[in-house]
């Protein structure tokens, strides 16, 4: 018989949050699981790193019957998570590293705000095969059963064929019952339009909540929104070497040596 | 007499640090100047933004002789102060955007972990030129002169020539005094070794400060590490898209639909 996969869970709604028990459950059918992940909600948290304050790992015992061999929770972010799972608290190098399962979509322009891509780029980083799943549902209670059916296949399959190197995967699952299948896509052009909700404190202070409208400009049916419009699960490779190639040439020709 | 360019300034060290009071006087010279800053360092906030707190700005008075028209601190990230800025504090759009002068490098693969680019970033999917700044030395004490004489003269040349949409520039000054020019670059491929230090705290509890040693896994001329260490200021022409189009074909291959 071949070994099992050793596969490390993480995400970034923290260690309790519904959507990693689903995913600590979907891949221990799968394989070894080890869970590093935050001991708080840290969405939002983009690829943030601790680096002006400790960090605090402890064992987590809360859900045994998820079926990982350990569980740590963390008190730093998502990347701070794989950092500290891959150098300090596994013996080995996993096979696989998966992130989420999010509550809420991180499509499009969201994954640059994203913890739970955040944590799969970081083990991308370390040439780890690496997945970040995010179900189109915010809520607390959304029902996971057909993200962590597609998570399972997604994993399964990057075990078997590998990932290109330098790759880590961006999959969204439309909140719909009746999914159509998978779709490999690119990114949508999209951006918030933010509103402030602009308020004044019991003591007479003005503070602001963030708030916006999500804008998507791209009308393209190669993109992940609309394979999620459509009822499709979304793939987006992504890669972290941000250099805009095509815009090199036209940068030549700026004055700047004069 | 032409209408002077509207200039936002930001950073993510903190509206006191030595590197954006460099910025400042740099933008002042060049147009009108808005700064909206972290009221505290934000490095290594990647693009953190503050979505389940509420967020303060107030007027920033510390430093009238640096010629802004007007200051803000605000209890945010860098991408917070830039959306505040945009859609709540500037009267319009500003003509440009900058970031830094970061204290320390912000070069290859800290662009992901680099509040100071989270910002420009930020700017960029809106539309507006921007640019990040980073002086490849932390002190904070650090000498600025060449670094806010080539800020000054890139920020006017993308006023002059404006940088294609969708991309914003990763600059990184060497810490050399004898700075040989501009180069243009490729993000590098690189990482970080991370090692944990544990260490046990006064009342017994284990904790680990993150450190690292950056790991460069490429040997090109045409990188930003190559050009900063033969001494050239590297700029590095940034996109959001995070499509790796390259791997797209290989993933149609897997069997997701079965």
């Not at 150098?87 to 096979?95: I, V």
């Not at 933010?194 to 003591?203: H, L």
């Not at 999500?214 to 793939?235: C, H, I, K, N, R």
Request: charge should be negative.
């Amino acid at each position: 018989m071949e070994k099992r996969p050793l596969i490390l869970v993480t995400n970034d709604d923290g260690i309790t949050a519904p959507g990693i028990r689903w995913l600590v459950r979907t891949m221990a059918a799968i394989g070894d699981v080890v869970v590093v992940a935050p001991d708080s909600p840290q969405s939002g948290k983009g690829h943030a790193i601790t680096i002006d304050n400790t960090l605090y790992a402890q064992l987590f015992k809360g859900a045994p019957e998820d079926g990982a061999l350990v569980e740590y929770s963390c008190s730093g972010t998502p990347a701070d998570c794989v950092k500290l799972a891959l150098h300090e608290l596994m013996d080995r190098k996993p096979d696989l590293v998966v992130s989420g399962i999010n509550h809420g979509s991180n499509s499009s322009i969201n994954v640059i705000y994203s913890g739970t891509m955040s944590a799969a780029i970081e083990a991308g980083l370390e040439g780890i095969p690496a997945i970040g799943f995010s179900l189109c549902d915010f809520s607390w209670d959304a029902d996971f059963t057909s993200a962590a059916h597609y998570a399972g296949v997604l994993a399964q399959e990057a075990l078997n064929q590998g990932i290109p190197n330098g790759v880590v995967l961006n999959v969204n699952i439309p909140r719909t019952h009746e999914i159509k299948g998978v779709r490999i896509c690119r990114q949508a052009r999209a951006n918030w339009k933010e509103k402030f909700d602009k308020r004044k404190s019991p003591m007479g202070k003005e503070y602001y909540w963030l708030t916006g409208v999500f804008d998507l400009q791209d009308s393209g049916s190669d993109t992940d929104e609309w394979a999620l419009a459509e009822g499709y699960v979304s793939v987006v490779p992504v890669h972290f070497d941000l250099t805009a190639h095509h815009a090199m040439a036209a940068l030549t020709q700026w004055k700047l040596n004069g």
